[in-house]
């Protein structure tokens, strides 16, 4: 006959199972990231994309290239998953970004503060099957209106 006592235990157990097997089942975006142009249903003038992302438990890296003609940039973001994250850039812009697991997807919600006016964005990272193509979508909306975009990513 089971107890309160041992009955709470193997609850306890099975919990702590569940939040493992849940854990381990996510997808691993680590790697280096291609992105095919002629695969990626929005155009670009860029000659290429490319991200180098580092995941580990809640913290991710993404390390972005950008070469187009006026020649190559890169900047690095840095995101602790579950932590809403406050930034300003150079012109006084004020970031606030969450980072979240959603099933399988990483979900990116940025609410961007500009002079007088809100712009708002919601990036979704996910990961085919096969771990090989990384798709990432993304929603904004401001004063200008809403657009949508999509790009593919090919792991190298």
Do not use: C
Request: aromatic share 8%; proline share 2%.
């Amino acid at each position: 006959m089971m107890t309160k006592r041992s009955a709470a235990f193997w609850l306890m157990v099975l919990l702590i199972t569940a939040l493992f097997v849940n854990a381990e089942s996510r997808p691993n975006f680590s790697g280096t990231w291609k992105q095919n142009m002629e695969k990626s249903p929005t155009k670009t003038s860029l000659k290429s994309y490319v991200n180098k992302i580092e995941l580990q438990d809640t913290s991710l890296t993404v390390v972005v290239t950008m070469a187009g003609d006026r020649g190559e940039n890169t900047y690095t973001r840095s995101y602790t998953i579950g932590k809403e994250e406050k930034s300003q850039d150079r012109e006084g812009d004020q970031f606030t970004t969450n980072v979240r697991w959603e099933g399988n997807t990483l979900v990116f919600e940025t609410v961007e503060k500009e002079h007088d006016a809100t712009l708002t964005s919601k990036e979704v990272w996910t990961l085919s099957t096969d771990g090989k193509t990384l798709t990432k979508t993304i929603h904004r909306s401001g004063p200008k209106g809403e657009s949508d975009q999509s790009y593919v990513l090919e792991r190298q």
